[in-house]
């Protein structure tokens, strides 16, 4: 690390992500986008956005036990700009930690907690390597977000893997048929929240009934969960 280098987080409690999840054929996305232009503004409501995101995980395995359970999966969120995403100077680099969502199955979204801290400065793969996190997997998102009603984030995406690690220009479709993954994301910002948060997710998706079928996503696939080998 260059000497002089200052990273900063922006401090932040926990808060609780509340999400449903869809997919949608390529051939139906204009449709759904339509119906969200219409929802929440106009043609120009959309923002595009293109993530460059990594997983991390600890550099030194925690022994075979229950302390093992304690080790987490870190992710840093790279946010470039889609018009042009070889700026790495223009980039927004952000840590995030997800926690294991909830494993209930009568909430009417998936839940887990979620903090993310700002790298404002400096080289934020270095900094992670600083905590003791090493390189796990990567992979990019493009696609576009409207915001509903000024609290419901609903996200629709391609997932793309890189060819050329590091290299967002490498970008490759991971389906060859094009599909949208559709995210439907509300914060509560204490547990007390929780509950009110998931009933407005749930009344939200019945707005979308004739375009995409939001569900919620079994807890076993959100776990965060160490790929040792």
């Known amino acids: 690390m260059a000497a002089g280098k200052k990273y900063t987080g922006a401090s932040a409690p926990t808060h609780y992500e509340c999400s449903l999840h869809g997919l949608v054929a390529n051939t139906h996305e204009p449709q759904l986008r ?39 999966m870190l992710r840093l969120r790279i946010e470039l700009p889609p018009s042009d995403p070889t700026n790495i100077q223009a980039a927004t680099n952000t840590i995030c930690f997800l926690g294991h969502p909830e494993p209930r199955s009568d909430r009417g979204a998936s839940v887990r907690p979620a903090t993310y801290a700002q790298v404002f400065s400096g080289n934020a793969p270095q900094f992670l390597s600083l905590l003791g996190y090493k390189f796990n997997s990567e992979f990019v998102r493009k696609g576009y977000w409207f915001l509903y009603r000024n609290v419901f984030k609903v996200i629709v995406s391609q997932i793309y893997r890189l060819t050329e690690q ?63 080998s």
Not at 44 to 69: D, F, M, N, S, W
Not at 201 to 215: A, H, M, Q, S
């Open 166 to 228: 590091g290299n967002v220009l490498s970008a490759q479709p991971v389906d060859p048929d094009g599909s949208w993954i559709v995210q439907v994301v509300a914060d509560a910002m204490s547990q007390e929240q929780v509950p009110r948060v998931c009933e407005q997710i749930d009344e939200l998706k019945r707005l979308f009934d004739d375009y995409v079928e939001l569900v919620v996503v079994d807890h076993a696939f959100l776990e965060n969960k160490i790929p040792y």
């Open 34 to 72: 339509t119906r969200l232009e219409a929802l929440c503004g106009d043609t120009k409501a959309a923002r595009h956005e293109l993530h460059h995101e990594i997983t991390c995980i600890p550099a030194i395995q925690t022994p075979v036990g229950p302390l093992r359970r304690e080790d987490h």
